[in-house]
């Protein structure tokens, strides 16, 4: 759950890591902590009173190292964010410049992030292939069909002329879910797909020349990751 705000020791603690941004041979601490949502969440050490490092490890304790800081929490301390998705295990790595018996103070808060929608506008013609990417986006959106728990990314396309068009994810490294806003990132839902096309969703709507729809890619379950989108003529 967030937000947290835990009280520890550095008393009898190691030296088990060296940071990327400093402690060689300070005293260290760890706490694995797992993501409950898709989100953007902030690590500090801010109201602890010692000159602290701060590292997120991917996984238990060996995996890569994906944020590190030194003083960026004011008065010595250190403050991390890191882009997570729901469900996904992290270790923080508390460090010190030399040997300490100091009171740690850690925070772990989700940072919110601003709805700026559109992401991007596509080019008004077919056929269009766009490549993307979720990771890092905010999750403000669902569609009816799925993407309650994963981030998404949002661009506006004008039909160029009156016809039928099909919007389908051709390519993904996660499981993708696609709909179609009218107008606006406010406009009501046109169309939500998910798995047309085994895990792919596709789409195929009657558009106006001059209509504008928000073409949506959304996830399952907290996933996210790269893809690539068509729009062509159905």
């Known amino acids: 759950m967030v937000p947290i705000t835990q009280v520890d020791s550095l008393q009898a603690k190691g030296d088990d890591f060296?940071?990327?941004?400093g402690g060689v041979g300070g005293t260290d601490l760890e706490v694995v902590w797992t993501a409950p949502v898709t989100g953007r969440f902030q690590f500090d050490t801010i109201g602890s009173n010692f000159d602290s490092l701060l590292a997120v490890l991917d996984g238990v304790c060996s995996g890569k190292e994906l944020a590190c800081d030194d003083d960026s929490g004011g008065n010595l301390t250190s403050k991390v964010e890191v882009d997570l998705i729901v469900g996904q295990t992290v270790t923080l790595v508390i460090d010190s410049f030399?040997?300490?018996t100091a009171e740690v103070i850690y925070n772990i808060t989700q940072v919110q992030l601003p709805d700026e929608c559109p992401d991007g506008v596509f080019?008004?013609?077919v056929p269009l292939t766009i490549d993307g990417q979720t990771s890092g986006a905010a999750n403000f959106r669902t569609g009816s069909c799925n993407g309650f728990e994963s981030p998404e990314i949002e661009a506006l396309w004008t039909a160029p002329f009156d016809g039928q068009f099909v919007f389908e994810v051709?390519?993904?490294?996660?499981d993708p879910v696609l709909y179609?806003?009218?107008s606006s990132c406010q406009g009501g839902e046109l169309a939500c797909n998910d798995d047309s096309n085994g895990l792919f969703p596709a789409i195929s709507m009657f558009l106006f020349a001059g209509q504008p729809v928000v073409v949506v890619v959304d996830g399952v379950g907290?996933?996210?990751?790269k893809f690539f989108l068509s729009i062509h003529e159905g």
């Open 18 to 21: 060296a940071l990327s941004c």
């Open 98 to 100: 030399g040997q300490s």
């Open 123 to 125: 080019d008004p013609f």
């Open 170 to 174: 051709i390519e993904a490294d996660f």
């Open 180 to 182: 179609l806003l009218d």
């Open 222 to 225: 907290g996933q996210a990751g």
